[in-house]
């Protein structure tokens, strides 16, 4: 792959990440109310798939760093590198039955 490849993977990717985004936020944002045919099951699985969203990134562009720049997709030590990201995930993993 030459350089403008690459770039354009990215930014088809960028675009991807985009629009999942904006759909879990417009699913996870929308109140709550008696007229909301969305079921529990269903509002848990998009919290559920968001936070595999979130670990594929860390994981993929910033393990073992504290925390991940989502859009240079860099990972950096801000909190005496100690992967801290990783540590304070695993206790949301095990809630959410991630194990």
Avoid: C
């Amino acid at each position: 792959e030459n350089d403008n490849d690459m770039m354009a993977h990215s930014e088809a990717e960028s675009e991807s990440l985009k629009t999942r985004a904006q759909q879990w936020r417009n699913k996870l944002s929308s109140p709550f109310s008696e007229d909301d045919d969305t079921t529990t099951e269903e509002r848990a699985q998009t919290i559920k798939d968001a936070f595999k969203h979130a670990w594929k990134g860390y994981e993929t562009f910033a393990w073992g760093f504290d925390t991940l720049k989502p859009v240079s997709r860099k990972g950096v030590d801000d909190f005496l590198g100690m992967a801290i990201t990783l540590i304070d995930s695993l206790d949301t993993a095990w809630i959410m039955g991630l194990k």
